[in-house]
Protein backbone atom coordinates (compact mmCIF):
# COMPACT_ATOMS: atom_id res chain seq x y z
CA UNK A 1 0.00 0.00 0.00
CA UNK A 2 1.31 3.63 -0.42
CA UNK A 3 1.70 5.56 2.53
CA UNK A 4 -0.02 7.99 3.59
CA UNK A 5 1.74 11.79 3.40
CA UNK A 6 2.62 12.87 7.02
CA UNK A 7 3.56 16.83 6.47
CA UNK A 8 3.69 18.48 9.53
CA UNK A 9 0.25 20.41 9.47
CA UNK A 10 -0.15 23.52 11.55
CA UNK A 11 0.38 22.52 15.43
CA UNK A 12 -3.28 23.59 16.48
CA UNK A 13 -5.93 21.40 17.85
CA UNK A 14 -8.02 21.10 14.54
CA UNK A 15 -10.88 18.48 14.46
CA UNK A 16 -13.12 18.66 10.90
CA UNK A 17 -16.07 16.26 10.86
CA UNK A 18 -17.13 13.48 12.97
CA UNK A 19 -14.64 11.04 13.94
CA UNK A 20 -13.34 8.97 12.82
CA UNK A 21 -12.53 10.34 9.74
CA UNK A 22 -12.59 8.22 6.49
CA UNK A 23 -9.28 7.57 6.51
CA UNK A 24 -8.81 6.97 9.91
CA UNK A 25 -11.80 4.43 9.53
CA UNK A 26 -10.33 2.37 6.65
CA UNK A 27 -7.38 1.63 8.61
CA UNK A 28 -9.45 0.85 12.07
CA UNK A 29 -11.12 -1.71 9.63
CA UNK A 30 -8.34 -3.27 8.55
CA UNK A 31 -7.06 -3.38 12.63
CA UNK A 32 -10.32 -5.00 13.65
CA UNK A 33 -9.97 -7.37 10.93
CA UNK A 34 -6.18 -8.71 11.52
CA UNK A 35 -5.60 -7.70 15.02
CA UNK A 36 -6.20 -9.20 18.25
CA UNK A 37 -9.37 -8.75 20.27
CA UNK A 38 -7.19 -7.51 23.18
CA UNK A 39 -6.61 -3.95 21.26
CA UNK A 40 -7.83 -1.24 23.96
CA UNK A 41 -6.91 2.48 23.03
CA UNK A 42 -8.12 2.65 19.67
CA UNK A 43 -11.49 1.29 20.65
CA UNK A 44 -12.30 4.65 22.73
CA UNK A 45 -10.04 7.03 20.73
CA UNK A 46 -10.80 5.81 17.34
CA UNK A 47 -8.16 7.48 15.36
CA UNK A 48 -5.01 6.09 12.77
CA UNK A 49 -1.77 8.39 13.36
CA UNK A 50 0.00 9.84 11.18
CA UNK A 51 2.42 11.92 12.94
CA UNK A 52 3.55 13.42 15.77
CA UNK A 53 5.68 16.22 17.05
CA UNK A 54 6.12 18.00 20.44
CA UNK A 55 2.57 17.71 22.75
CA UNK A 56 0.33 17.48 19.15
CA UNK A 57 -0.54 14.20 16.82
CA UNK A 58 -2.22 14.06 13.58
CA UNK A 59 -4.40 11.54 11.99
CA UNK A 60 -4.51 10.06 8.58
CA UNK A 61 -7.26 12.92 7.75
CA UNK A 62 -5.38 15.91 8.96
CA UNK A 63 -6.75 16.58 12.21
CA UNK A 64 -4.78 17.89 15.04
CA UNK A 65 -4.40 16.30 18.79
CA UNK A 66 -3.09 18.16 21.61
CA UNK A 67 -1.86 14.61 23.11
CA UNK A 68 -2.11 14.46 26.69
CA UNK A 69 -2.00 10.89 26.97
CA UNK A 70 1.63 10.84 25.72
CA UNK A 71 2.12 7.08 24.69
CA UNK A 72 0.70 5.99 28.31
CA UNK A 73 3.87 7.88 30.16
CA UNK A 74 6.28 6.98 27.88
CA UNK A 75 7.09 10.04 25.52
CA UNK A 76 8.33 12.02 28.48
CA UNK A 77 10.25 14.30 26.19
CA UNK A 78 7.08 14.57 23.55
CA UNK A 79 6.76 13.05 20.25
CA UNK A 80 10.10 12.95 18.43
CA UNK A 81 12.06 15.13 20.53
CA UNK A 82 15.25 15.93 17.90
CA UNK A 83 17.91 15.71 20.03
CA UNK A 84 16.62 12.31 20.33
CA UNK A 85 16.02 11.28 17.33
CA UNK A 86 19.57 11.94 16.15
CA UNK A 87 21.29 10.19 19.23
CA UNK A 88 18.94 6.71 18.46
CA UNK A 89 20.03 6.92 14.99
CA UNK A 90 23.66 7.60 14.97
CA UNK A 91 23.58 4.93 17.45
CA UNK A 92 21.63 2.37 15.37
CA UNK A 93 24.25 3.25 12.54
CA UNK A 94 27.14 1.68 15.26
CA UNK A 95 25.34 -1.43 17.21
CA UNK A 96 21.26 -2.11 17.62
CA UNK A 97 21.31 -5.22 19.96
CA UNK A 98 24.22 -5.87 22.49
CA UNK A 99 22.19 -9.02 24.60
CA UNK A 100 23.27 -8.16 28.02
CA UNK A 101 26.96 -7.15 26.51
CA UNK A 102 29.01 -3.93 27.77
CA UNK A 103 28.73 -0.96 25.05
CA UNK A 104 29.56 2.37 25.60
CA UNK A 105 25.59 3.29 25.39
CA UNK A 106 25.20 1.09 27.80
CA UNK A 107 27.68 2.04 30.25
CA UNK A 108 26.29 5.62 29.48
CA UNK A 109 23.05 4.64 30.08
CA UNK A 110 23.62 2.97 33.13
CA UNK A 111 25.96 6.01 34.48
CA UNK A 112 22.90 8.71 33.95
CA UNK A 113 20.41 6.98 35.99
CA UNK A 114 22.32 6.06 38.66
CA UNK A 115 23.27 9.77 38.79
CA UNK A 116 19.61 10.40 39.39
CA UNK A 117 18.63 8.70 41.89
CA UNK A 118 19.01 10.34 45.58
CA UNK A 119 23.04 10.43 46.59
CA UNK A 120 21.97 7.91 49.98
CA UNK A 121 20.96 5.22 47.47
CA UNK A 122 23.85 5.49 44.22
CA UNK A 123 26.47 3.61 45.91
CA UNK A 124 24.35 0.45 47.13
CA UNK A 125 22.23 0.08 44.18
CA UNK A 126 22.63 -2.26 41.52
CA UNK A 127 20.46 -2.63 38.03
CA UNK A 128 19.30 -5.80 35.93
CA UNK A 129 18.28 -4.98 32.42
CA UNK A 130 15.15 -6.70 32.20
CA UNK A 131 12.64 -7.96 28.98
CA UNK A 132 11.41 -4.31 27.07
CA UNK A 133 8.23 -3.87 29.36
CA UNK A 134 7.17 -2.89 32.71
CA UNK A 135 5.48 -6.17 33.74
CA UNK A 136 8.49 -8.16 33.08
CA UNK A 137 10.44 -6.07 35.03
CA UNK A 138 8.16 -6.72 38.07
CA UNK A 139 8.20 -9.80 37.35
CA UNK A 140 11.87 -9.83 37.86
CA UNK A 141 11.70 -7.70 41.04
CA UNK A 142 9.51 -10.63 42.21
CA UNK A 143 11.89 -13.14 41.63
CA UNK A 144 14.66 -11.24 43.04
CA UNK A 145 13.08 -10.82 46.41
CA UNK A 146 11.93 -14.41 46.16
CA UNK A 147 15.54 -15.75 45.84
CA UNK A 148 16.75 -13.34 48.47
CA UNK A 149 14.28 -13.78 51.08
CA UNK A 150 13.42 -17.58 50.40
CA UNK A 151 10.21 -16.54 51.29
CA UNK A 152 7.11 -16.74 48.40
CA UNK A 153 3.88 -14.95 49.77
CA UNK A 154 3.91 -10.94 48.26
CA UNK A 155 1.83 -7.99 49.48
CA UNK A 156 0.22 -5.49 47.25
CA UNK A 157 -2.68 -2.87 47.74
CA UNK A 158 -6.41 -2.57 46.35
CA UNK A 159 -6.62 -0.07 43.19
CA UNK A 160 -3.04 -0.80 42.04
CA UNK A 161 -1.68 -1.81 38.36
CA UNK A 162 1.60 -3.38 37.61
CA UNK A 163 0.95 -5.00 34.47
CA UNK A 164 -0.63 -7.79 32.35
CA UNK A 165 1.69 -10.80 32.27
CA UNK A 166 0.91 -14.07 34.35
CA UNK A 167 2.83 -12.65 37.55
CA UNK A 168 2.61 -8.90 37.14
CA UNK A 169 -1.75 -9.39 36.57
CA UNK A 170 -1.86 -11.78 40.18
CA UNK A 171 -0.49 -8.47 41.68
CA UNK A 172 -2.84 -5.86 40.10
CA UNK A 173 -6.38 -5.06 41.78
CA UNK A 174 -8.54 -5.25 38.86
CA UNK A 175 -10.25 -8.45 38.89
CA UNK A 176 -12.12 -8.42 35.38
CA UNK A 177 -8.41 -8.83 33.95
CA UNK A 178 -7.78 -11.32 35.93
CA UNK A 179 -11.23 -13.55 35.56
CA UNK A 180 -10.90 -15.08 32.63
CA UNK A 181 -7.64 -16.50 33.41
CA UNK A 182 -7.44 -19.39 36.07
CA UNK A 183 -4.64 -20.98 38.08
CA UNK A 184 -3.19 -17.43 38.79
CA UNK A 185 0.40 -17.06 41.13
CA UNK A 186 -0.66 -17.91 43.99
CA UNK A 187 0.50 -16.41 47.58
CA UNK A 188 -0.78 -12.33 46.78
CA UNK A 189 -2.52 -10.53 49.52
CA UNK A 190 -4.17 -7.51 48.78
CA UNK A 191 -4.32 -4.85 51.45
CA UNK A 192 -5.76 -1.10 51.07
CA UNK A 193 -4.07 1.54 49.62
CA UNK A 194 -4.88 5.22 51.13
CA UNK A 195 -7.62 6.66 48.41
CA UNK A 196 -9.33 8.98 51.03
CA UNK A 197 -12.03 9.61 48.41
CA UNK A 198 -13.43 6.52 48.62
CA UNK A 199 -12.20 4.92 51.46
CA UNK A 200 -11.24 1.31 51.30
CA UNK A 201 -12.56 1.06 54.96
CA UNK A 202 -15.06 2.97 54.94
CA UNK A 203 -14.16 5.87 57.43
CA UNK A 204 -14.06 9.44 57.10
CA UNK A 205 -10.65 10.88 55.44
CA UNK A 206 -9.09 12.41 58.70
CA UNK A 207 -8.90 8.63 60.44
CA UNK A 208 -8.95 6.20 56.86
CA UNK A 209 -5.14 6.51 56.80
CA UNK A 210 -4.36 5.75 60.15
CA UNK A 211 -6.71 2.32 59.54
CA UNK A 212 -5.31 1.35 56.15
CA UNK A 213 -1.68 0.70 57.09
CA UNK A 214 -2.58 -0.45 60.52
CA UNK A 215 -4.95 -3.16 59.46
CA UNK A 216 -1.36 -4.18 57.47
CA UNK A 217 0.53 -3.46 60.52
CA UNK A 218 -1.24 -5.42 62.92
CA UNK A 219 -1.92 -8.53 59.93
CA UNK A 220 2.00 -9.05 59.58
CA UNK A 221 3.16 -8.40 62.93
CA UNK A 222 0.22 -10.81 64.43
CA UNK A 223 1.55 -14.37 64.66
CA UNK A 224 -1.45 -15.81 63.96
CA UNK A 225 -2.70 -13.29 61.50
CA UNK A 226 -2.48 -16.37 58.59
CA UNK A 227 -0.17 -14.12 56.08
CA UNK A 228 3.56 -15.77 56.25
CA UNK A 229 6.01 -13.44 56.22
CA UNK A 230 6.37 -12.34 52.55
CA UNK A 231 9.03 -12.17 50.39
CA UNK A 232 8.22 -8.40 49.20
CA UNK A 233 5.88 -5.59 49.44
CA UNK A 234 5.17 -3.84 46.15
CA UNK A 235 3.68 -0.32 46.26
CA UNK A 236 2.97 2.44 43.51
CA UNK A 237 3.53 6.13 44.99
CA UNK A 238 0.73 7.43 43.15
CA UNK A 239 -1.79 4.54 41.45
CA UNK A 240 -2.27 5.34 38.05
CA UNK A 241 -4.57 3.03 36.05
CA UNK A 242 -6.45 2.65 39.29
CA UNK A 243 -6.85 6.55 38.98
CA UNK A 244 -4.36 8.57 39.73
CA UNK A 245 -4.30 8.18 43.55
CA UNK A 246 -1.51 10.04 45.23
CA UNK A 247 -0.31 8.30 48.35
CA UNK A 248 -1.10 9.64 51.59
CA UNK A 249 2.65 10.44 53.26
CA UNK A 250 1.92 9.19 56.25
CA UNK A 251 0.67 5.66 54.30
CA UNK A 252 3.57 5.53 52.52
CA UNK A 253 6.57 6.15 55.43
CA UNK A 254 4.52 3.78 57.57
CA UNK A 255 4.31 0.94 54.96
CA UNK A 256 8.57 1.61 54.67
CA UNK A 257 8.59 1.78 58.59
CA UNK A 258 7.27 -1.77 58.98
CA UNK A 259 8.98 -3.59 56.04
CA UNK A 260 12.03 -2.61 57.26
CA UNK A 261 11.52 -3.61 60.87
CA UNK A 262 10.44 -6.89 59.55
CA UNK A 263 12.97 -7.23 57.12
CA UNK A 264 10.95 -7.24 53.82
CA UNK A 265 11.63 -5.28 50.67
CA UNK A 266 10.01 -2.85 49.94
CA UNK A 267 9.48 -2.80 46.08
CA UNK A 268 8.16 0.58 44.80
CA UNK A 269 6.46 0.48 41.15
CA UNK A 270 7.57 3.63 39.35
CA UNK A 271 6.74 2.66 36.08
CA UNK A 272 4.54 4.99 34.97
CA UNK A 273 6.04 7.23 37.83
CA UNK A 274 9.26 7.48 37.31
CA UNK A 275 11.46 9.27 35.38
CA UNK A 276 10.65 13.22 36.17
CA UNK A 277 6.74 12.24 35.66
CA UNK A 278 5.61 13.72 39.58
CA UNK A 279 8.36 17.12 39.54
CA UNK A 280 11.18 14.77 41.06
CA UNK A 281 12.74 11.65 39.39
CA UNK A 282 11.09 9.26 41.44
CA UNK A 283 7.82 9.52 42.94
CA UNK A 284 9.16 8.12 46.14
CA UNK A 285 11.45 11.32 46.66
CA UNK A 286 8.22 13.53 47.89
CA UNK A 287 8.00 10.68 50.61
CA UNK A 288 11.57 10.78 52.12
CA UNK A 289 11.83 7.04 51.92
CA UNK A 290 14.35 4.74 50.77
CA UNK A 291 12.98 1.43 48.92
CA UNK A 292 14.68 -1.70 48.26
CA UNK A 293 13.96 -2.36 44.92
CA UNK A 294 12.97 0.25 42.28
CA UNK A 295 11.38 -0.59 38.91
CA UNK A 296 11.24 1.51 35.61
CA UNK A 297 10.48 1.52 32.22
CA UNK A 298 7.92 3.86 30.73
CA UNK A 299 9.98 6.66 29.98
CA UNK A 300 13.43 5.98 30.53
CA UNK A 301 14.47 6.22 26.78
CA UNK A 302 12.25 9.52 26.92
CA UNK A 303 11.15 8.79 23.75
CA UNK A 304 9.45 5.34 23.48
CA UNK A 305 11.89 3.08 22.85
CA UNK A 306 11.33 -0.03 24.67
CA UNK A 307 13.78 -0.41 28.02
CA UNK A 308 13.00 -1.90 31.57
CA UNK A 309 14.99 -1.99 34.90
CA UNK A 310 15.26 -2.52 38.17
CA UNK A 311 17.47 -0.67 40.86
CA UNK A 312 17.92 -3.17 43.93
CA UNK A 313 19.72 -3.09 47.19
CA UNK A 314 22.82 -5.12 46.84
CA UNK A 315 22.47 -7.15 49.45
CA UNK A 316 19.57 -8.81 47.32
CA UNK A 317 21.98 -9.97 44.54
CA UNK A 318 21.61 -13.39 45.26
CA UNK A 319 20.71 -14.55 41.80
CA UNK A 320 22.91 -16.99 39.54
CA UNK A 321 23.95 -16.48 36.46
CA UNK A 322 20.92 -16.16 33.70
CA UNK A 323 18.12 -16.19 36.63
CA UNK A 324 16.43 -13.37 34.49
CA UNK A 325 17.12 -12.77 30.92
CA UNK A 326 15.11 -11.20 27.55
CA UNK A 327 16.47 -11.14 24.14
CA UNK A 328 15.53 -7.88 24.03
CA UNK A 329 17.31 -6.49 27.44
CA UNK A 330 19.89 -4.81 25.17
CA UNK A 331 18.31 -2.32 23.01
CA UNK A 332 21.24 0.33 22.67
CA UNK A 333 18.98 2.86 20.25
CA UNK A 334 16.94 3.03 23.63
CA UNK A 335 20.33 2.98 25.59
CA UNK A 336 21.84 6.38 23.50
CA UNK A 337 18.51 7.98 23.54
CA UNK A 338 17.92 7.48 27.34
CA UNK A 339 21.56 9.07 27.78
CA UNK A 340 20.53 12.08 26.00
CA UNK A 341 16.95 12.48 27.74
CA UNK A 342 18.70 12.83 31.42
CA UNK A 343 21.15 15.15 30.12
CA UNK A 344 18.33 17.15 28.75
CA UNK A 345 16.25 16.96 31.57
CA UNK A 346 19.24 18.50 33.93
CA UNK A 347 20.06 21.13 31.05
CA UNK A 348 16.63 22.26 30.19
CA UNK A 349 15.48 22.16 34.09
CA UNK A 350 12.53 19.69 32.68
CA UNK A 351 12.00 19.23 36.37
CA UNK A 352 11.39 22.27 37.05
CA UNK A 353 8.81 22.81 34.06
CA UNK A 354 6.99 19.80 35.36
CA UNK A 355 6.56 21.49 39.00
CA UNK A 356 5.96 24.56 37.42
CA UNK A 357 2.83 22.94 35.14
CA UNK A 358 1.68 20.78 37.44
CA UNK A 359 0.53 24.03 39.52
CA UNK A 360 -0.86 25.59 36.53
CA UNK A 361 -3.14 22.78 36.10
CA UNK A 362 -3.90 22.67 39.77
CA UNK A 363 -5.23 26.52 39.46
CA UNK A 364 -6.98 25.70 36.21
CA UNK A 365 -9.03 22.70 37.18
CA UNK A 366 -9.87 24.01 40.42
CA UNK A 367 -13.02 25.41 39.59
CA UNK A 368 -13.54 22.07 39.24
CA UNK A 369 -14.18 21.78 42.82
CA UNK A 370 -17.46 23.22 43.06
CA UNK A 371 -19.58 20.55 40.62
CA UNK A 372 -21.29 18.51 42.63
CA UNK A 373 -20.42 15.52 39.74
CA UNK A 374 -16.81 15.84 40.51
CA UNK A 375 -15.91 14.08 43.71
CA UNK A 376 -12.06 15.06 43.55
CA UNK A 377 -9.53 16.64 41.41
CA UNK A 378 -6.06 15.37 42.67
CA UNK A 379 -2.38 14.38 41.17
CA UNK A 380 0.79 15.61 41.45
CA UNK A 381 3.38 16.98 38.67
CA UNK A 382 1.81 16.27 35.23
CA UNK A 383 0.12 13.44 36.51
CA UNK A 384 -3.45 14.22 37.02
CA UNK A 385 -6.81 12.91 37.75
CA UNK A 386 -10.45 14.46 37.61
CA UNK A 387 -13.05 11.83 39.36
CA UNK A 388 -16.30 12.01 38.44
CA UNK A 389 -19.30 9.99 40.57
CA UNK A 390 -23.07 10.63 41.16
CA UNK A 391 -23.57 13.21 43.84
CA UNK A 392 -26.72 11.23 44.90
CA UNK A 393 -25.15 7.85 45.88
CA UNK A 394 -21.44 8.38 44.90
CA UNK A 395 -21.05 5.57 42.29
CA UNK A 396 -18.52 6.19 39.62
CA UNK A 397 -20.18 7.82 36.77
CA UNK A 398 -17.96 6.06 33.81
CA UNK A 399 -20.33 7.02 31.43
CA UNK A 400 -19.97 10.57 32.15
CA UNK A 401 -16.16 9.86 31.89
CA UNK A 402 -15.99 8.15 28.36
CA UNK A 403 -18.82 11.10 27.13
CA UNK A 404 -16.39 13.87 28.55
CA UNK A 405 -13.15 11.92 26.63
CA UNK A 406 -14.83 11.53 23.44
CA UNK A 407 -16.21 15.36 23.43
CA UNK A 408 -12.38 16.38 24.21
CA UNK A 409 -11.26 13.86 21.38
CA UNK A 410 -14.03 15.22 19.15
CA UNK A 411 -12.50 18.88 19.85
CA UNK A 412 -8.98 18.10 19.52
CA UNK A 413 -7.68 16.60 23.14
CA UNK A 414 -6.27 13.28 23.67
CA UNK A 415 -6.81 12.09 27.55
CA UNK A 416 -7.32 8.46 28.94
CA UNK A 417 -9.69 7.18 31.44
CA UNK A 418 -8.65 4.86 34.25
CA UNK A 419 -9.87 4.07 38.10
CA UNK A 420 -13.07 2.42 38.87
CA UNK A 421 -15.95 1.97 36.06
CA UNK A 422 -13.38 4.39 34.39
CA UNK A 423 -14.40 7.32 35.96
CA UNK A 424 -11.57 9.30 36.30
CA UNK A 425 -10.04 11.35 33.27
CA UNK A 426 -6.63 10.88 33.38
CA UNK A 427 -4.06 13.49 32.58
CA UNK A 428 -0.27 12.59 31.63
CA UNK A 429 0.80 15.33 28.99
CA UNK A 430 4.60 15.56 27.54
CA UNK A 431 6.87 16.90 30.41
CA UNK A 432 7.98 19.39 27.95
CA UNK A 433 4.37 20.67 28.04
CA UNK A 434 3.67 24.29 27.74
CA UNK A 435 1.59 26.89 29.34
CA UNK A 436 -0.05 28.16 26.46
CA UNK A 437 -0.64 24.09 25.52
CA UNK A 438 -1.77 23.81 28.83
CA UNK A 439 -4.10 26.37 28.81
CA UNK A 440 -5.66 24.77 25.86
CA UNK A 441 -6.05 21.49 26.48
CA UNK A 442 -7.64 22.82 30.14
CA UNK A 443 -9.86 25.28 27.95
CA UNK A 444 -11.09 22.22 25.78
CA UNK A 445 -11.71 19.76 29.09
CA UNK A 446 -13.65 22.39 30.85
CA UNK A 447 -16.32 22.56 28.19
CA UNK A 448 -16.22 19.05 27.70
CA UNK A 449 -17.31 18.59 31.60
CA UNK A 450 -19.92 21.43 31.42
CA UNK A 451 -21.21 20.06 27.99
CA UNK A 452 -21.48 16.25 28.76
CA UNK A 453 -22.70 17.04 32.19
CA UNK A 454 -25.98 14.80 33.43
CA UNK A 455 -28.43 16.41 34.09
CA UNK A 456 -28.23 18.69 37.36
Known sequence: MTRTPTARPALAPRVEG??????????LEH???????????????????????????????????????AGAGVLSLGHNHPELVHAATEQMHLLTHGLDFPTAAKREFVDAQLSMLPQALRSRMRMHFCGPGGANAVDAAVKLCKTATGRGDLVSFQGGFHGSSHAAMALTGLVA????????????????YSYC??????????TCTTNCVGLLERSLRDPNGGIPLPAAVILEMVQGEGGI?????????RVRALTAELDIPLVVDEVQTGCGRTGTWFAFEHYDIEPDVIIASKALSGM?????????????????????????????AAFAAGAAAVRIVRRDDVLGNVRQRGRQLAERLGTLHSDVWVREVRGLGLMWGIELADPRDGRPAGGYAR????????????????????????????????????DLACAILLDAIEHCGPPR
Open 245 to 253: IPADRDFVR
Open 177 to 192: QKRPIANGVPGVHFFP
Open 403 to 438: AVQAYALQHGLIVELGGRDDSVIRLMPPLTVTAEEI
Open 31 to 69: QRQWESSARAYPRHLPIAIAGAEGSYLWDMDGNVFVDFL
Open 304 to 332: GLPVAVIFYDRRLDGWAPGAHTGTFRGNQ
Open 197 to 206: ARCPVGLSPD
Open 18 to 27: ALPGPRSAEF
